[in-house]
Protein backbone atom coordinates (compact mmCIF):
# COMPACT_ATOMS: atom_id res chain seq x y z
CA UNK A 1 0.00 0.00 0.00
CA UNK A 2 1.27 3.55 -1.21
CA UNK A 3 1.83 5.93 2.01
CA UNK A 4 -1.00 8.35 2.22
CA UNK A 5 -0.82 11.65 4.57
CA UNK A 6 -2.80 11.71 7.54
CA UNK A 7 -6.56 13.51 6.56
CA UNK A 8 -7.73 16.42 7.69
CA UNK A 9 -10.58 16.55 10.03
CA UNK A 10 -14.32 17.65 8.42
CA UNK A 11 -14.07 20.40 10.15
CA UNK A 12 -10.78 21.59 8.79
CA UNK A 13 -12.36 21.85 5.47
CA UNK A 14 -14.62 25.13 4.46
CA UNK A 15 -18.28 24.69 3.08
CA UNK A 16 -17.51 24.94 -0.64
CA UNK A 17 -14.53 22.54 0.28
CA UNK A 18 -16.35 19.46 1.80
CA UNK A 19 -19.15 20.05 -1.26
CA UNK A 20 -16.13 19.04 -3.64
CA UNK A 21 -14.81 16.41 -1.62
CA UNK A 22 -18.59 14.80 -1.23
CA UNK A 23 -19.22 14.98 -4.72
CA UNK A 24 -15.82 13.45 -5.98
CA UNK A 25 -16.56 10.68 -2.83
CA UNK A 26 -20.20 9.86 -4.39
CA UNK A 27 -18.65 10.02 -7.82
CA UNK A 28 -15.89 7.27 -6.74
CA UNK A 29 -18.10 5.14 -4.86
CA UNK A 30 -21.04 5.42 -7.73
CA UNK A 31 -18.56 3.86 -10.07
CA UNK A 32 -16.92 1.32 -7.93
CA UNK A 33 -20.37 -0.10 -7.50
CA UNK A 34 -21.70 0.11 -10.81
CA UNK A 35 -18.54 -2.08 -11.79
CA UNK A 36 -19.39 -4.39 -9.09
CA UNK A 37 -16.39 -3.64 -7.08
CA UNK A 38 -16.08 -3.75 -3.16
CA UNK A 39 -13.85 -1.22 -1.52
CA UNK A 40 -11.10 -3.55 -0.82
CA UNK A 41 -10.96 -4.71 -4.40
CA UNK A 42 -10.67 -1.19 -5.40
CA UNK A 43 -8.16 -0.31 -2.82
CA UNK A 44 -6.04 -3.52 -3.72
CA UNK A 45 -6.85 -1.90 -7.09
CA UNK A 46 -5.38 1.15 -6.35
CA UNK A 47 -2.68 0.06 -3.99
CA UNK A 48 -4.52 2.87 -1.30
CA UNK A 49 -5.29 1.50 2.09
CA UNK A 50 -9.21 0.42 2.42
CA UNK A 51 -9.86 2.53 5.25
CA UNK A 52 -8.08 5.49 3.37
CA UNK A 53 -10.38 5.01 0.63
CA UNK A 54 -13.65 4.57 2.95
CA UNK A 55 -13.15 8.02 4.03
CA UNK A 56 -12.20 9.57 0.66
CA UNK A 57 -15.93 8.18 -0.79
CA UNK A 58 -17.67 9.46 2.40
CA UNK A 59 -15.96 12.92 1.48
CA UNK A 60 -13.91 13.30 4.73
CA UNK A 61 -10.35 12.98 3.57
CA UNK A 62 -8.74 15.06 0.86
CA UNK A 63 -7.33 12.59 -1.60
CA UNK A 64 -3.98 13.81 -3.66
CA UNK A 65 -3.75 14.31 -7.53
CA UNK A 66 -1.88 10.78 -8.10
CA UNK A 67 -4.29 9.01 -5.79
CA UNK A 68 -7.37 10.21 -7.67
CA UNK A 69 -5.36 9.51 -10.74
CA UNK A 70 -4.45 5.89 -9.75
CA UNK A 71 -8.07 5.54 -8.60
CA UNK A 72 -9.51 6.76 -12.14
CA UNK A 73 -7.11 4.22 -13.72
CA UNK A 74 -8.77 1.58 -12.16
CA UNK A 75 -12.08 2.50 -11.98
CA UNK A 76 -11.57 2.77 -16.07
CA UNK A 77 -11.97 6.47 -16.25
CA UNK A 78 -10.36 9.89 -16.57
CA UNK A 79 -9.87 12.00 -13.58
CA UNK A 80 -12.11 14.28 -14.73
CA UNK A 81 -14.75 12.63 -14.86
CA UNK A 82 -14.40 12.12 -10.99
CA UNK A 83 -15.20 15.48 -10.57
CA UNK A 84 -18.88 16.42 -10.67
CA UNK A 85 -19.27 19.77 -11.65
CA UNK A 86 -22.28 21.36 -9.29
CA UNK A 87 -24.25 20.28 -6.36
CA UNK A 88 -28.03 20.06 -5.84
CA UNK A 89 -29.21 23.34 -7.16
CA UNK A 90 -32.30 24.30 -5.10
CA UNK A 91 -33.63 26.04 -7.94
CA UNK A 92 -33.78 23.92 -10.46
CA UNK A 93 -36.82 21.88 -9.71
CA UNK A 94 -36.84 19.33 -13.17
CA UNK A 95 -33.82 17.78 -14.57
CA UNK A 96 -34.36 16.97 -17.66
CA UNK A 97 -33.54 13.44 -19.54
CA UNK A 98 -31.29 14.69 -21.63
CA UNK A 99 -29.18 16.27 -18.24
CA UNK A 100 -29.06 13.32 -16.57
CA UNK A 101 -25.67 11.40 -16.44
CA UNK A 102 -26.19 7.55 -17.94
CA UNK A 103 -23.67 4.96 -16.85
CA UNK A 104 -23.36 1.44 -18.80
CA UNK A 105 -21.41 -0.86 -16.63
CA UNK A 106 -19.80 -4.29 -17.72
CA UNK A 107 -21.90 -6.44 -16.99
CA UNK A 108 -24.68 -4.25 -19.30
CA UNK A 109 -26.30 -2.87 -16.80
CA UNK A 110 -27.44 0.69 -17.55
CA UNK A 111 -27.55 3.42 -14.88
CA UNK A 112 -29.75 6.54 -15.71
CA UNK A 113 -28.98 8.89 -12.69
CA UNK A 114 -31.48 11.27 -12.37
CA UNK A 115 -30.74 12.96 -9.52
CA UNK A 116 -27.99 13.40 -6.95
CA UNK A 117 -28.54 15.23 -3.85
CA UNK A 118 -24.93 15.20 -1.97
CA UNK A 119 -25.90 17.99 0.66
CA UNK A 120 -29.25 15.73 1.58
CA UNK A 121 -27.37 12.61 0.89
CA UNK A 122 -29.56 10.97 -1.67
CA UNK A 123 -29.23 9.66 -5.42
CA UNK A 124 -32.27 8.64 -7.38
CA UNK A 125 -31.28 6.48 -10.42
CA UNK A 126 -33.56 4.67 -13.11
CA UNK A 127 -31.78 1.54 -13.97
CA UNK A 128 -32.40 -1.58 -16.72
CA UNK A 129 -31.17 -5.23 -16.45
CA UNK A 130 -31.02 -7.22 -19.73
CA UNK A 131 -31.47 -10.80 -19.56
CA UNK A 132 -29.31 -12.59 -17.42
CA UNK A 133 -27.38 -9.29 -15.73
CA UNK A 134 -26.96 -7.67 -12.83
CA UNK A 135 -25.64 -4.61 -10.72
CA UNK A 136 -22.44 -7.45 -9.49
CA UNK A 137 -21.28 -10.80 -9.79
CA UNK A 138 -21.27 -11.14 -6.19
CA UNK A 139 -22.84 -9.75 -3.24
CA UNK A 140 -21.47 -6.22 -1.70
CA UNK A 141 -21.74 -4.46 0.77
CA UNK A 142 -21.24 -0.53 1.81
CA UNK A 143 -22.60 2.53 4.05
CA UNK A 144 -26.21 3.56 3.35
CA UNK A 145 -29.67 2.63 2.66
CA UNK A 146 -31.47 1.44 -0.36
CA UNK A 147 -34.88 1.56 -1.71
CA UNK A 148 -35.70 -0.37 -5.02
CA UNK A 149 -38.93 -0.47 -7.05
CA UNK A 150 -39.58 -2.54 -9.74
CA UNK A 151 -40.93 -0.72 -12.43
CA UNK A 152 -41.50 -3.51 -15.34
CA UNK A 153 -40.00 -6.62 -15.32
CA UNK A 154 -38.87 -9.66 -12.59
CA UNK A 155 -35.89 -8.89 -10.10
CA UNK A 156 -34.39 -10.98 -7.73
CA UNK A 157 -32.61 -9.06 -4.80
CA UNK A 158 -30.17 -11.27 -2.74
CA UNK A 159 -29.73 -10.47 1.30
CA UNK A 160 -27.67 -11.85 3.31
CA UNK A 161 -27.80 -15.11 1.20
CA UNK A 162 -31.54 -15.21 0.96
CA UNK A 163 -33.27 -14.78 -2.70
CA UNK A 164 -36.27 -12.35 -2.96
CA UNK A 165 -38.49 -11.86 -5.88
CA UNK A 166 -39.59 -8.35 -6.79
CA UNK A 167 -42.37 -8.30 -9.47
CA UNK A 168 -43.64 -5.35 -11.07
CA UNK A 169 -45.14 -2.64 -8.47
CA UNK A 170 -43.05 -4.28 -5.74
CA UNK A 171 -40.90 -2.60 -3.55
CA UNK A 172 -37.45 -3.53 -1.34
CA UNK A 173 -35.77 -1.52 1.29
CA UNK A 174 -32.37 -2.77 3.03
CA UNK A 175 -29.46 -1.33 4.91
CA UNK A 176 -26.40 -1.31 1.94
CA UNK A 177 -24.33 -2.98 4.84
CA UNK A 178 -25.76 -6.21 4.44
CA UNK A 179 -24.45 -8.13 1.86
CA UNK A 180 -26.62 -7.99 -1.19
CA UNK A 181 -26.65 -8.81 -4.41
CA UNK A 182 -29.15 -7.75 -7.19
CA UNK A 183 -30.15 -9.61 -10.92
CA UNK A 184 -32.49 -10.38 -13.28
CA UNK A 185 -32.56 -13.99 -14.10
CA UNK A 186 -35.53 -13.88 -16.58
CA UNK A 187 -35.74 -13.61 -20.33
CA UNK A 188 -37.00 -10.08 -20.47
CA UNK A 189 -35.70 -6.41 -19.59
CA UNK A 190 -35.72 -5.00 -15.51
CA UNK A 191 -36.67 -1.69 -15.21
CA UNK A 192 -36.34 -0.30 -11.79
CA UNK A 193 -36.56 2.97 -9.27
CA UNK A 194 -33.42 2.96 -7.19
CA UNK A 195 -32.78 5.65 -3.91
CA UNK A 196 -29.66 5.34 -2.42
CA UNK A 197 -29.27 7.14 0.78
CA UNK A 198 -25.91 7.91 2.38
CA UNK A 199 -26.76 7.03 5.88
CA UNK A 200 -28.51 3.85 7.45
Given at each position: MTSEPVPKEPE?????????????????????????????????ACALSQSMLSL?????ASPSIGSLIVI???LGVQMSDLIVEHPADDSKFIVRRDDQRVIKTAANVIRRLMREDRLRGISIAMN??????????????????????????????????AAHILNEGDLISYSSRRPHRIWNHGTAKVRTLWINLQQD
Open positions: AFDATTANTLSAIGNRIRELRQARGLTLQALAEVERGRANAEYQPNTGANADPIKHDGYEYGIVLEGTLTVEING
